[in-house]
């Protein structure tokens, strides 16, 4: 493997054997039925950043060295490359399962949409998705109805991603339909192998979703954009007129992608910040008293909260990749064909990188020093080409929501759920059930 040469190149000098893990403990995990990170976590602390696991019947590299994941994701993603994304079945060819020239046609008429200008056009739209949030939970508080924390943060990242696609706030029955978007991610690790059988499996699911997009897409075609310009689904649609690869087909996929996310992974987020804040409720305080109501320095304490709950709880806790040729990865040979998972999960969690790393500090973000500055060390949204294009979307809006709610109510939970998830994203796994306290009161 060492003297394979690519195309042009000279040939690669040659490296050491990924060190493997013993295949009886693999054995002995398989045979327990255990989490598949606390697999990793051992592979980790007994073999390091990059380290060999026989998982089938292909190679697999666990990589969780910041050197070792910016050489994959952000140096040389031509050589490690997404096979297939594990929703496709959801979101088909939309910009997060697509390789190659359709994925960079794709990424650079939605980048402009995320950064700079585009992020203002929707500032108004999350503003308002955050003020119907917070007057119900107001609502909450004077009748002290017991809600679910959870259901709440996924009906306002719903909404706010509706708002910016369709100009127009999540009504009841569509909210109703989309509730079928967050089932099928849940479902999606038990489905079947087989695709045909898998997507049999959650037929009247998809239908539903596919209905709600095509009425959208409809409405967008005969819509006039609003006083915040257009949104999302209308810089799709415009697509279609100069680009023929814009199906219908493809900006349902388009659509569905930004749905899924656009607001699961924002969703789990602030209902995982909100669980932390429970169990260490000084560090709410402590932001709010960073400074005045709207000023630079709480906004950057309220995010804070936010970058510290995504290195507990990156939204992609094991980020796939396939090696597309031979490579030399932090000194060891990877060959071609071999199974490459970077896991930011155990990257923010890396003693060695981290001081403490199992507490709840956010003011590692805000005090200078405090964290590790190699880009690989802290990637909740990925990093490279391929990192998440809602950054600073996810941001804004989680932002913007507890600058509404943190002030005025802190939630009182009734139960907490005492496991965790390991699908797309890391979540909690049970409800969040709570009733309101008025600050102050």
Not at 47 to 71: C, D, F, K, N, Y
Not at 205 to 231: F, K, Q, Y
Not at 296 to 305: G, Y
């Amino acid at each position: 493997m060492a003297t394979h040469a690519r195309p042009g190149s000279l040939p690669l000098p040659s490296g050491r054997r990924v060190p493997e893990l013993d295949p009886a403990l693999v054995e002995r995990w398989q045979a327990g039925g255990g989490e598949l990170v606390d697999l990793f976590a051992a592979a980790r602390e007994r073999l390091g950043g990059v380290a060999a696991l026989r998982l089938g019947p292909r190679p697999t590299v666990l990589i969780t060295s910041p050197e070792a994941v910016q050489h994959v994701l952000a140096l040389h993603p031509d050589r490690y490359v997404k096979r297939s994304h594990r929703a496709r079945l959801l979101i088909g060819d939309g910009v997060l399962a697509a390789t190659g020239e359709a994925w960079q046609r794709q990424r650079r008429l939605l980048q402009g949409q995320f950064t700079g200008r585009g992020m203002r056009r929707y500032e108004q739209r999350i503003t308002g998705a955050a003020r119907v949030t917070a007057a119900r939970w107001a609502g909450y508080a004077r009748t002290g109805e017991v809600f679910d924390v959870g259901e709440e943060m996924r009906r306002f990242a719903l909404d706010t991603i509706w708002r910016s696609l369709t100009g127009h706030p999540l009504d009841p029955a569509t909210e109703h339909e989309l509730a079928a978007v967050p089932a099928v991610v849940a479902a999606l690790p038990g489905l079947p192998a087989d695709g045909g059988a898998a997507r049999e499996a959650v037929a009247g699911e998809l239908a539903g979703i596919d209905a709600v997009a095509r009425r959208a897409i409809e409405a967008a075609r005969g819509a006039e954009p609003g006083p915040d310009g257009p949104g999302l689904l209308h810089v799709l649609t415009d697509a279609a007129q100069t680009r023929p690869e814009y199906t219908d087909r493809l900006i349902r996929d388009e659509l569905v992608t930004l749905l899924v996310a656009g607001h699961e992974t924002t969703a789990t987020t602030l209902t995982w910040l909100y669980l932390l804040l429970d169990r260490h409720p000084d560090a709410r305080e402590q932001a709010l008293a960073a400074g005045a109501e709207g000023s630079p320095e709480r906004r950057q304490a309220v995010q804070a909260l936010v970058h510290e709950t995504l290195r507990f709880y990156p939204s992609a806790w094991i980020l796939p990749r396939s090696a597309a040729e031979d490579d030399i990865l932090a000194g060891y040979e990877i060959e071609a064909g071999t199974d490459v998972l970077v896991c930011p999960y155990l990257t923010h969690r890396d003693p060695g990188l981290w001081e403490a790393p199992e507490r709840f500090d956010p003011a590692r973000f805000t005090t200078p020093g405090r964290r590790p500055t190699h880009p690989g060390s802290y990637f909740p949204f990925g990093i490279g080409p391929r990192a998440c294009l809602g950054l600073q979307f996810a941001l804004r809006e989680s932002t913007a929501l507890l600058e509404h709610l943190l002030p005025t109510h802190t939630p009182s939970f009734r139960s907490t759920p005492t496991k965790t998830t390991y699908s797309i994203t890391v979540r909690p796994d049970g409800p969040t059930p709570a009733v309101l306290g008025v600050v102050g009161a």
